[in-house]
């Protein structure tokens, strides 16, 4: 039982390259989270999915794109990235019952 | 929406009793009321959630009054490894079902000898 997996641990881009951070999770929780935390500061909404085949924007969408791939997949885009979205990533689960959040281990991104 | 406000940090030394007190006054009737704690380079971690009046675990107590506009979560006893960001999180339900569940500022909480 791995809980919330993210992939990569690490990245460096450089600006305008494209990647997709992977998330699954094998909690069969409905709801899944993409959130970012800059150094020293709190956790921010990117996008969420209420459940399997929507997906919503949070506070800080502008610059990213996802997939609800399936119920156990929630995928992170960066089209083209930039300076400003250097951040660590965290993708989380929850079921709607209980609404309590199970964290990935994080992706550490930095944009050159 | 939903909104919590929290102090930004406290200090407090090792054995003594920690209260954070977290502000919610747009919490809707439906919504849990929940604590995490985030240690450096990891991922936030739960560690109560509530309702109403008092829920008591192995690591802490959180207290929610009548009307349900604030909590304050009760670490007993803290040791340096208590030293983390605390984060509440209150539900914003959505219409379709499911939460959008926000984080506010947290509270950074150091413990010394």
């Known amino acids: 039982n791995a809980g919330v997996t993210q992939t990569p641990k690490f990245q460096v881009l450089k600006t305008g390259q494209s990647m997709t951070l992977q998330c699954a999770q094998d909690?069969?929780?409905?709801?899944m989270y993409w959130y970012r935390q800059d150094p020293g500061m709190g956790l921010r909404l990117i996008y969420y999915s209420a459940s399997e085949g929507t997906t919503d924007k949070g506070e800080v969408p502008n610059g990213y794109n996802v997939s609800r791939l399936n119920k156990r997949e929630f995928s992170l885009r960066l089209e083209s990235a930039a300076p400003s979205q250097t951040s660590v990533y965290f993708c989380?689960?929850?079921?709607?019952?209980?609404?309590?959040?199970?964290f990935g281990s994080g992706t550490q991104l930095s944009v050159l | 929406l939903a909104k919590t406000t929290q102090p930004i940090s406290m200090d407090s030394y090792e054995g003594q009793e920690v209260n954070i007190t977290c502000s919610h006054n747009?919490?809707?009737?439906?919504?849990?009321i929940t604590w995490y704690q985030q240690f450096p380079s990891q991922g936030p971690r739960f560690i109560i959630q509530?309702?109403?009046t008092k829920v008591t675990n192995e690591v802490a107590s959180l207290f929610i009054p009548a009307d349900r506009k604030s909590s304050t979560l009760s670490l007993p006893r803290v040791s340096l490894s208590d030293t983390a960001v605390y984060y509440c999180?209150?539900?914003?339900?959505?219409?379709?079902?499911?939460?959008?569940?926000?984080f506010g500022t947290g509270t950074q909480l150091k413990v010394e000898l």
């Open positions: 989380a689960g929850s079921d709607r019952r209980d609404e309590k959040l199970f």
């Open positions: 747009n919490i809707a009737t439906n919504d849990y």
């Open positions: 999180l209150v539900g914003d339900q959505l219409t379709g079902g499911g939460n959008k569940l926000t």
């Open positions: 909690m069969n929780h409905n709801s």
């Open positions: 509530g309702y109403k």
